[in-house]
């Protein structure tokens, strides 16, 4: 609470220094040239992207064991490299049996055969980090709510309680994840499925509500046949076409570590970004088992960069680092992608890097505080006292 009093007092402070400046200013009549200058350093200060390389749209906090970095030290991290990141936990926890791997504690999903589970409460631990954080670091932050059963009708109903129980906190729901090799199989109970009237409940609440969704489902099958149709390509796009008020950004274009690009990659990808029926739909480049595609070869760097260039305002970049160690491993997917900056016109590139994320998260953060004003009691409440505080 002290934080926040001071930094409001800071604010305070400097926006009255700068009105002094711009009094002398004006009276030792260089306004132009100096009012220039306090307009760039606003302006900066409203899109965040200032001198930063790039925004992260794609973030894990904590691994599978919910083990992270504080978000503090992520945000040394983020340095002045990345100007703002999504902040998600990772929803499926590694169960640790000591039937099936003795003493051996597992951190990740590949590192055993015990099932995974889903943990509600990463959802508690993202916000509480983020409420942590004074103002001026939160407005670099995009929680996101992931703590749920994808395949479970009451999804939506845990999405709406952590909205009612951490208001002003979260822009959006993911990453979360139907269809993902040797993850899937992992979740005792229902498999999660794109044609489950539970997703539809989840992403119609996202809708109403204006959450961004972050989506992982792989486009096929792990070692599909080349040539044929991809498994799952036809119910993403049934998905989307049944929510077309949901913005969703499809992880991966759809790829994983073994979900190769077919040779038809980019023209599948192309045939949605054209169809106006998906305007509402973007993809995300995270993942360095997906940059290995794209930057594999000149050829492969060449296709993904020509088509980002005929749809510049529809591809995010994100990291999908997970719980990274430290600066050098959390830079090292965006570093990784350096042909593929190399190959885009530097208009584009930023697109990609930076104005994609600010205009679709800045619009979901709107929308949702603007809902959780009609909707949350307590959000409702504190405004009706704002206003009778105003019009006395
Ligand atoms: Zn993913």
Redesign the pocket.
């Given at each position: 609470m002290q934080r926040e009093a001071m930094n409001s007092m800071n604010k305070c402070n400097s926006r009255r220094s700068m009105g002094l400046a711009l009094r002398s200013a004006r009276r030792s009549l260089l306004v132009g040239p100096i009012l220039a200058l306090f307009l760039s350093y606003a302006a900066s200060g409203w899109s965040q992207s200032g001198n930063y390389e790039f925004n992260d749209s794609?973030f894990h906090l904590t691994n599978n064991i919910q083990e992270g970095p504080g978000v503090r030290e992520f945000l040394d991290m983020m340095g002045n490299k990345a100007g703002r990141a999504i902040l998600s936990g990772v929803p499926l926890q590694q169960e640790w049996s000591y039937r099936v791997d003795r003493d051996r504690a597992p951190s990740y999903y590949l590192h055993s055969d015990a099932p995974l589970y889903y943990y509600s409460f990463t959802d508690a631990l993202i916000a509480t980090a983020y409420k942590s954080l004074t103002k001026e670091q939160q407005a670099r932050f995009d929680p996101m709510i992931t703590g749920f059963n994808p395949a479970d009708m009451y999804a939506a109903n845990h999405v709406r309680r952590v909205l009612e129980t951490f208001p002003g906190v979260f822009t959006g729901i993911g990453?979360f994840?139907i269809h993902?090799e040797f993850v899937s199989g992992k979740i005792p109970g229902e498999v999660a499925s794109l044609q489950n009237p539970a997703l539809d409940r989840l992403l119609d609440f996202a809708a109403e509500v204006g959450l961004v969704v972050l989506i992982?489902n792989d486009i096929d099958v792990p070692f599909a046949k080349e040539g044929s149709e991809p498994a799952y390509l036809g119910e993403m796009k049934a998905l989307f076409r049944r929510h077309r008020n949901a913005t969703i950004i499809w992880?991966?274009t759809g790829l994983?570590r073994t979900v190769k690009p077919g040779k038809n990659h980019a023209t599948r990808i192309e045939e949605i970004l054209r169809d106006p029926a998906f305007g509402h739909v973007y993809f995300d480049l995270?993942?360095d088992e997906v940059a290995k595609y794209f930057v594999g070869t000149p050829e492969a760097t060449a296709t993904i960069a020509a088509l980002i260039q005929r749809y510049p305002d529809r591809f995010l970049f994100g990291t999908?680092a997970v719980a990274p160690a430290d600066q050098s491993k959390y830079l090292a997917v965006f570093n990784q992608y350096q042909p593929l900056w190399n190959s885009l016109d530097p208009k584009t590139a930023r697109k990609v890097k930076l104005e994609n994320y600010e205009r679709i998260f800045d619009e979901g953060r709107r929308k949702v505080r603007s809902w959780e004003s009609a909707h949350v009691p307590a959000v409702k409440s504190n405004m009706a006292k704002g206003a009778r505080v105003t019009s006395h």
């Open positions: 794609h990453e994840t993902k992982h992880a991966h994983g995270a993942w999908d």
